[in-house]
């Protein structure tokens, strides 16, 4: 049913319970799963005379944090027999990331966590996931934390 899966990680616990979900579906269906990290390029705005230097800062340190959980997440996958590709994806947005990987690899279902924000911290710090239900046509299997 499900021929390519994708599944966004962040390192956060929410995304080893995704990865456990994704195994599951993945071997059900013997699928093929692409592990993604987006990061933002350009998370700040106004900052002033120090932004290039904290851009840098920035940028070493998402894409540090970046490859090691995407290597964690393919030793997962690979452990369970699973063929896995990974990638790491700078986009302007993280949700326009995720949707543009699936468009890339040709993803048939998604996989990925809600952390379950409400009120203010939802509005403040937003909810890919929603964007990415939001925008989406293929089929989104959410995990909530």
Do not use: C
Request: glycine content about 8%.
């Amino acid at each position: 049913m499900f021929k390519h899966i994708l599944v966004p990680v962040d390192g956060s616990e929410v995304a080893d319970q995704v990865i456990d979900k994704a195994i599951g579906l993945a071997k059900a269906f013997g699928s093929d799963v692409t592990v993604i990290y987006v990061i933002d390029p350009y998370p700040f705005t106004g900052v002033g005379t120090d932004f290039a230097y904290g851009r840098t800062a920035y940028l070493s340190a998402a894409n540090a944090e970046a490859h090691e959980a995407i290597k964690n997440a393919q030793q997962s996958f690979e452990a369970q027999g699973i063929n896995t590709s990974t990638s790491v994806v700078e986009y302007h947005s993280v949700w326009r990331g995720i949707l543009e990987a699936a468009d890339s690899v040709k993803a048939d279902l998604i996989v990925m966590g809600s952390h379950g924000r409400r009120g203010l911290e939802k509005l403040v710090l937003g909810s890919q996931t929603q964007r990415v239900l939001s925008h989406t046509k293929l089929p989104v299997f959410v995990v909530r934390s």
